[in-house]
């Protein structure tokens, strides 16, 4: 399945009265690359939040508050519209968005012919169930998304694997499986077994059924609302940003220890994997603990351990009386005892006792860990006076840009609160703590999965259905082993890709990734700074969209964000080999050694969205020419 966007158009929303986009050319062949420069306040922020709410549906479910957010502010207009021109493989659809301003209200329409425009999105069947808040993030895609795929707290990095490599296809054999079991227990339950004590079992597993679909529907609820917190948090943020540029001083102080902040994150990371790496070594832990373990060893090497004293050991209990089991020892069991001396210390373990030795004849201390440890805490001096310095400037900032960004500060808070809130409840939901006795069939699957289980072998037992449950089970272990062992071969092969494509952009530091186990964990790292972030998350979706049968646009916020030079080059040289397509939306300041790259590819548009000085009107211009100048013009004037 192929998804490319063909066209935008807007009518009506906030500075925009009428304007399209579109990403093919004049005799309709997709452009790969697409370049779109949104002068501040003409609506980057906003379209990406119209695309997302559109595409994943989540935007029938705005609150009043947001829907108005979106109302004209230089025409007159009771009614909005954002829509989208795609094709799937060779079928074209469009998708509106209808704003409502006077109720408050957004609803989703689809026009796709032979039916008319109709209510809902319409999505081709075979792509239905995936079109998720979540998995539309996946190529709708911004810095806080790539943050977790690398989030120890998500789950990210492997629905993404699992949505795009289709092993969801899995469990609908697993539900078949299910079902033929029910088939046949229901035909044989009226025969055999009690059907008094059988209803009462099938009421409780059907009880505990219900717990299940609740949790899975509640599961799937907090991930989406989760997902929409953090896109509601991101536009406050920069609705902040914007305002917090009218006073200067204090928006350069505010960025650069948010730079230093950054740098000291960096630094702390770096530090811990030099602890972590030192601790490996135990006689620098401690200078008596070193002392102690170089007496061990001059007390093996005194006692000549390891071969002498074993021999020494089987020697004497051969020549004694009885065993140390208390059995006799007679000739046979003498000769034995000698023959088989050699076996329980061969020369493998010989040669690791003597290793351990070795290294214990070698311990010296000395103060490489104390310094280390002492470099760490003045990082964390450092971070704990950059933070009062942050929340000091944040304060001044909030002062001088009065109620608007008082009450606009104060709903970031409460977003972060209702981030907080949702992850707390979805972290009940999905864990697998069996020691944590407040988790119940009905707040936790696991619970609720196991308690299921149980009731179908009592259910077997009574009707007499052993035979068919145990194939059941044979099935649903091969379905559940070929998952594990797909999920483990397309991870070791994603790694391996996704590595050498970090190598290609991140030249500056080693940054490798050790495992993807619901996150992608780094090799001796606990993070990375958020340029380098942003770098890692483009090689991994990369990576996915490389080999998957699921092809879809990349459509992305400030693509290099904070990225240097070097970075950008190499993303830029990696993008076009691995998105089909690709919609940019960036600032002036990435034109150079990003967008500026693509100057000579003839299937690129470079497309600048400006507001008339006049009219206030937002107008587009094609073209290189005036893309380049205004980035000229402009540059400096985002962060």
């Known amino acids: 399945m192929k998804m490319t966007i063909l066209e935008f158009e807007y009518k009506h929303i906030r500075k925009i009265s009428s304007l399209k986009m579109a990403f093919v050319n004049t005799s309709g062949t997709l452009i790969q690359n697409n370049f779109v420069m949104m002068a501040n306040g003409t609506g980057k922020t906003t379209t990406m939040s119209l695309i997302k709410g559109l595409l994943d549906g989540s935007a029938a479910k705005w609150s009043e508050e947001t829907v108005r957010s979106f109302a004209p502010t230089i025409s007159q207009s009771n009614r909005g519209e954002f829509s989208m021109t795609v094709k799937f493989d060779e079928k074209q659809y469009k998708y509106f968005l209808v704003l409502d301003y006077v109720n408050g209200v957004a609803k989703i329409e689809t026009l796709a012919p032979p039916k008319g425009r109709d209510a809902g999105l319409r999505l081709p069947e075979s792509i239905r169930g995936i079109f998720t808040a979540e998995f539309v993030s996946r190529f709708v895609f911004d810095g806080e998304q790539a943050k977790k795929s690398m989030d120890r707290t998500s789950n990210e990095a492997d629905e993404t694997i699992r ?114 790496e030192l601790v490996k070594l135990p006689y620098l832990v401690n200078e008596l603990l070193c002392q102690r373990m170089y007496d061990l060893g001059a007390g093996m090497t005194k006692l000549k351990l390891p071969k002498n004293s074993s021999k020494d050991f089987f020697t004497e209990l051969a020549n004694s009386p009885k065993c140390v089991c208390d059995r006799c020892i007679g000739e046979a069991e003498r000769l034995a005892i000698l023959k088989n001396a050699e076996k329980y210390l061969g020369s493998e373990h010989q040669a690791v006792l003597n290793t351990i030795k070795s290294v214990l004849m070698s311990s010296s201390y000395d103060d490489r860990l104390v310094q280390a440890l002492e470099e760490l805490g003045a990082l964390q001096e450092q971070k704990t006076r950059l933070d009062a310095r942050f929340k000091d400037v944040e304060d001044r900032l909030i002062k001088a840009g009065g109620a608007q960004v008082e009450q606009l500060q104060k709903e970031i808070e409460e977003l972060v609160a209702k981030i907080s809130a949702a992850q707390t409840q979805l972290g009940i939901i999905e864990s697998k703590d069996n020691t944590d006795e407040t988790l119940t069939e009905e707040n936790n699957l696991y619970k609720a999965e196991r308690a299921y289980n149980e009731y179908e072998i009592k259910i077997a037992a009574t009707t007499k259905t052993n035979a068919a449950l145990h194939k059941k089970q044979i099935v649903q272990s091969l379905i559940d082993e070929i998952k594990v062992q797909a999920t483990k071969a397309l991870k070791k092969e994603i790694i391996k890709k996704t590595n050498e494509k970090i190598k290609r952009v991140i030249t500056d530091d080693f940054i490798e990734i050790d495992n993807i186990d619901g996150y992608i964990r780094l090799k001796n790292r606990d993070g990375a700074s958020e340029g380098q972030t942003l770098s890692i998350g483009y090689c991994f979706l990369g990576t996915l969209f490389e080999d998957s049968e699921l092809e879809f646009p990349f459509v992305i916020d400030s693509p290099t964000g904070k990225m240097d030079f070097d970075k950008r080059q190499a993303v830029a040289d990696i993008i076009p080999v691995v998105f089909k397509q690709m919609i940019a939306f960036v600032q002036s300041a990435e034109v150079e050694r990003f967008a500026d790259q693509f100057y000579d590819n003839k299937n690129s548009q470079f497309l600048t969205v400006v507001a008339d000085k006049e009219s206030g009107e937002v107008i587009v211009h094609e073209g290189i020419e005036f893309f380049n100048s205004y980035q000229h013009e402009h540059k400096g004037d985002e962060e």
């Open 163 to 276: 949505y795009l490599y289709r092993l969801d296809e899995l469990d609908k054999i697993l539900a078949m499986n299910e079902s033929i079991l029910k088939e046949i227990q229901s035909a044989e339950g009226g025969n055999k077994g009690t059907q008094s004590s059988l209803c009462n079992l099938r009421s409780r597993q059907e009880k505990v059924a219900g717990f299940y679909k609740h949790l899975k529907a509640r599961q799937k609820q907090l991930k989406e609302d989760i997902s929409v917190f953090f896109a509601e948090k991101l536009e406050k943020e920069n609705q902040r940003k914007e305002l917090d540029k009218n006073y200067e001083a204090l928006n350069t102080e505010k960025q650069g220890i948010v730079s230093e902040l950054d740098k000291n994150r960096g630094n702390i990371n770096s530090q811990i994997v030099a602890i972590v």
